[in-house]
């Protein structure tokens, strides 16, 4: 016999423990961002890094060995145009604008990530 | 282990369809960020494996990676089994260790287990580390998703409890 609840008042308190710890990474996670920093896109395939395009360039990269794959930087954004994969996650992740953020074609084992690039950026602040 | 009945069986059928209706009513819904999705047909297999059985819960996750990987190919099965499995596992052991957990916590759980299963598994093909890169996103949409399947529990079980009706195998459930 089950005898559980839906909702007790005890999960307010779980939920909140949740919300706070989520609420005080982010708040880490944009003092760590630079904002509007000169921003690479970090193109790995099979976990090693290939290239590294700056964000404000317009250019078109189309990985070794995969020449369905296409990744186009432009405008301050760098995202995947095609591919190959079944499902098409990677381009449905749109442009990524933001150092941290990704995007991942699986099945081709591409990533590309926004990492905050050049010698006048901080690597970290620490109080 | 008990063998499978012919009941067992129609059973079996009647959720995975529901299932797979879910899913396929779950693409309609708007997207959301990095191509992930609510995960409703979640609340078929949570009431799987409360009121007919462990095992149903665990062969409706197979059967919906196998489904995931004959529609949308290799990549989206493993991620479907690594999701379901695991997701069901964490739920499982809570109800198991914690008596009196409530169907939200655990449904919360469950849901953050699934996308960080998925994201380890995402992780793994690709041999880049990206889980911190999506922690936060996985961790809040669990949430929200674990919420929602709960809410949606709460709604359905009389339904599917009238749907059972003539065994008497039924299980009482606290309205609270």
Sequence with gaps: MIRRSFFSRRDIFFLSCILLALSAFYRFEASGASGGGKNFAEISVNGSISEMLPLELDREYIPPGLPAVRIVTRGGA?????????????????????????????????VIRVSPGGADTLDSVVY | MKNLTVRDIATLAMMLSMILALSLIEQTL??????????????????????T????????????????????????????????????????????????????????????????AQILIASWLVSTNLLPVYLPLLTGLGVLSGSLTAALLRVVMPVFKGARTGGAQIQKVSRT
Excluded: E
């Excluded at chain 1, 095609?82 to 081709?108: E, W, Y």
């Excluded at chain 2, 708007?30 to 009121?51: E, H």
């Design chain 1, 78 to 110: 760098a995202g995947f145009v095609a591919s190959d994969c079944p499902d098409k996650v990677c381009i449905h992740t749109g442009f990524l604008t933001k150092p941290g953020q990704a995007a991942a074609c699986l099945p081709n084992r591409v």
């Design chain 2, 30 to 51: 708007p997207p959301l960020p990095m191509n992930m999705r609510f995960g409703l047909s979640n609340v078929v297999t949570m009431y799987a494996l409360f009121f």
């Design chain 2, 53 to 116: 059985g462990k095992r149903d819960a665990f062969l409706l996750a197979a059967l919906k990676s196998l489904f995931a990987l004959l529609m949308r190919g290799p990549v989206a099965g493993i991620l479907s089994l690594g999701g379901g499995v695991l997701s069901l596992l964490v739920i499982a052991l809570l109800a198991a260790v914690w008596r009196s957990a409530s169907f939200f916590i655990l449904s919360v759980s469950g849901a953050i287990a699934h996308n960080a």
